[in-house]
């Protein structure tokens, strides 16, 4: 019984390497290509500036013109990508956060938590240059993890019904 335990549990650790290292390149290896222009405008502009022109404090609004379009099939590809990928991305989070820790699966201790990554997350991107700061992002985002979170703990449920 020890050994299917230990299994479960390399595996899992197997997923979650595989899951940050796909997080880090997604979250910020696209911004690589843009980095260089940044800096330059930061040079000309100040650094500051060039944050502030990156960063997005306003809710909906980059994802209000996506909503109203979405009957546009041209553009399903964008919205999807926008919006489900910002929702699809976090998921995992909401199942390896309670998965290891335990405490984690009390609701407020994990909204919490969720914010505080996806917020360094954001300011990290704005602050190197290698993406920007969008509280739509933080929303969406954080859908993904409570959704990941509610899968958890219905799946984990399940198990401790049949374990009973």
């Not at 109203?68 to 489900?84: A, G, H, P, T």
């Not at 996806?118 to 920007?132: C, K």
């Not at 969008?134 to 959704?147: A, S």
Request: aromatic fraction near 14%; hydrophobic fraction near 50%; glycine fraction near 6%.
């Amino acid at each position: 019984m020890k050994e299917k335990k230990h299994g479960g549990r390399l595996f899992m650790g197997t997923c979650l390497l595989v899951y940050v290292i796909l997080m880090v390149l997604l979250l910020y290896a696209k911004g690589v290509s843009t980095c260089a222009y940044r800096i330059e405008l930061a040079k000309s502009q100040g650094y500051w500036e060039t944050v502030r022109r990156y960063t997005n404090p306003v809710p909906l609004k980059t994802i209000r013109p996506f909503l109203s379009l979405i009957s546009s099939f041209s553009l399903y590809d964008k919205i999807m990508n926008q919006i489900v990928g910002n929702i699809l991305i976090f998921i995992p989070t909401g199942i390896f956060l309670p998965f290891y820790h335990e405490k984690q699966r009390r609701p407020v201790i994990f909204c919490v938590t969720a914010l505080l990554l996806i917020l360094f997350v954001e300011i990290s991107q704005v602050l190197s240059f290698l993406g920007s700061f969008d509280v739509d992002d933080i929303l969406l985002n954080f859908c993904g993890c409570l959704i990941g979170w509610l899968l958890f703990s219905v799946l984990y449920g399940i198990v401790r019904l049949f374990k009973k």
